[in-house]
Every structure is written in C-alpha cells, then in structure tokens.
Nanobody, 126 residues
Framework: QLQASGGGLVQPGGSLRLSCVVS????????IGWFRQAPGKEREGVSG?????????WYSSSVKGRFTSSRGNAEHTFFLQMNNLKPEDTAIYYC????????????????????WGQGTLVTVSS
C-alpha cells in the first residue's frame, strides 16, 4: 500500500527525488517517514513529515540541509528531494506510514510505523 520510487545511480554531488504514494482507502496514517538501509547496517530514519501539518518535518543530522521532505499536490503523495548526494547516502530507501502524529523524539523510531513500502535503491558513485 506504499510505493516508493525514484531511486537510481547518481554521481556524488548530484540529486534525486524519491516519491512515495500511499494507496488504499483503508489506510489511516498521520506521519510519513523516510528510512534507509545500507548494506550491513541497520535501517535508520532519514526524514519524517506530518500528513496534515506541512511545517512538521524532521531530518537526521546526516542529511539535514541536503534533503527536503514535502507533500505533493495530489493527496497521498510525498517526496524526498535529495541534493548534494554523497557515497555514504547509498542505500535502499523506504517510505513508511504511521498512524500517529509523531514528534521530534519519535519520528525516527521504526516501531512507530505500521506500513512500509518495498524500497528503492539509491547508489551514489562516480
């Protein structure tokens, strides 16, 4: 019920925009999270955004200033704009939906998200 797309191969310093579409009328959610998992590492929160309050956004320290979360004009569509990409950003990126209105201290906790997309691979390499 969540579909992430937009990954690909990009050179260091380049940009990508990931999309997340939430489908299914029965899906009740309040927060969208973006997570990533690099080979051999745990899945980590990258960014979160409130479904209803566009000003409520959060970023991990590793991407703050480079990544931007947003909601699309179409309902149930969300984006993660990634600029100035670095090789360490290489990972599978997932979008996830939470029933809860998450806050600064909880948005990056995987346990808060009940719904997950299948992931899209981002590779940053020259």
């Amino acid at each position: 019920q969540l579909q992430a797309s937009g990954g690909g191969l990009v050179q260091p310093g380049g940009s990508l925009r990931l999309s997340c579409v939430v489908s299914g009328t029965s899906l009740d959610y309040s927060t969208i999270g973006w997570f990533r998992q690099a080979p051999g590492k745990e899945r980590e929160g990258v960014s979160g955004v409130s479904r209803s309050y566009s000003s409520r956004k959060w970023y991990s320290s590793s991407v703050k200033g480079r990544f931007t979360s947003s909601r699309g004009n179409a309902e149930h569509t969300f984006f993660l704009q990634m600029n100035n990409l670095k090789p360490e950003d290489t990972a599978i990126y997932y979008c996830a939906a939470s029933r809860y209105n998450l806050i600064t201290s909880t948005w990056s906790q995987r346990s808060q998200y009940a719904y997950w997309g299948q992931g899209t691979l981002v590779t940053v390499s020259s």
